[in-house]
């Protein structure tokens, strides 16, 4: 009996850790989930035929409401530039639809070796960069935010990761603060997370017919478990933001991807 809940604690667990990082860095939890999700499928499920794919949508839906609750918590704290977040809505959208319809062309094993690739370059990133301060958010030219929105969307939806890593690196191009850039990047992590595991589920459909625990590349069961817990613990990620030194949260977040980024490479 303990078996049949093993995936469900660790699904818990996951969510849990997943939200918590969606608050405190604004990532949405993507890097975290597939990787994990990935091999929790590979070994509770070894029959899975698209184990990459359905972590990767999965994710994707379950991102949905920790970046949700995480954008609220900012928005409440007048951290979120929403005139941003609507002049790239339809690029994400956009994004997200193109990233969805390769992703069930695509092998399992090339998508799951870039995403290993990608998170080792996300670690070196937040290991080596620091965070920008400055805001000039007044100066930022909205009109040419299309093609940027569109870019960074696909590869969000592409690997999973709701978009928060390729984000708040854009924002602080843009001069945003650092603060009201994880918020910002929540708010699109939540648009992002949206549209792609809507496309994952509608273009899944074409490999993956619907029962009781799969909607296109979605896994239900750990879709709901997710969600759940990564939404009640995103709140506190986001209390932890503006109490934790940002460098050391960096540093931590480093060394989590450097680690996934190996598994998904040689795991």
């Known amino acids: 009996m303990l078996d049949l809940w093993i995936p469900y604690i660790l699904y818990a667990c996951i969510g849990a850790v997943a939200g918590v990082a969606a608050g405190l860095l604004g990532v949405g939890g993507g890097t975290i989930i597939v990787p994990a999700l990935y091999a929790t499928f590979s070994f509770f499920s070894p029959s899975q035929p698209y184990p990459m794919q359905t972590a990767i949508g999965t994710s994707l839906a379950s991102i949905i409401f920790s970046s949700l609750s995480s954008a609220l918590s900012y928005k ?7 005139e941003i977040v609507k002049k790239m809505s339809s690029g994400v959208f956009l994004g997200c639809c193109v990233g969805g319809f390769l992703a069930h062309l695509i092998s399992g094993s090339f998508l799951k070796g870039t995403f290993g ?3 080792l370059a996300i670690a070196l990133r937040f290991f080596f960069s620091k965070p920008h301060y400055s805001s000039n958010e007044g100066g930022v030219d909205k009109k040419t935010m299309g093609p940027p929105a569109f870019f960074l969307s696909f590869i969000s939806s592409l690997l999973g990761i ?16 650092h603060i009201k850039a994880i918020g910002t990047s929540s708010a699109l992590s939540a648009k992002v997370s949206f549209f792609g595991a809507l496309f994952y589920i509608l273009f899944g459909l074409f490999n993956i017919p619907i029962s009781i625990t799969e909607v296109g590349f979605i896994y239900v069961p750990a879709f709901l478990t997710l969600s759940i817990f990564s939404f009640l613990t995103a709140p506190l990620g986001v209390k932890l933001a503006h109490i934790l030194p940002q460098n050391i949260s960096r540093k931590l977040f480093a060394c ?9 490479i040689f795991g």
Do not use: D, E, Q, W
Request: aromatic share 18%; net charge positive; no cysteine.
């Open 162 to 177: 709701g978009g928060g890593v390729l984000f708040i690196p854009y924002l602080h191009f843009l001069k945003i603060s």
């Open 76 to 82: 409440k704290r007048n951290s979120v530039a929403l």
């Open 117 to 119: 690739l990608f998170a």
């Open 256 to 264: 989590s991807m450097f680690t996934a980024g190996l598994f998904m």
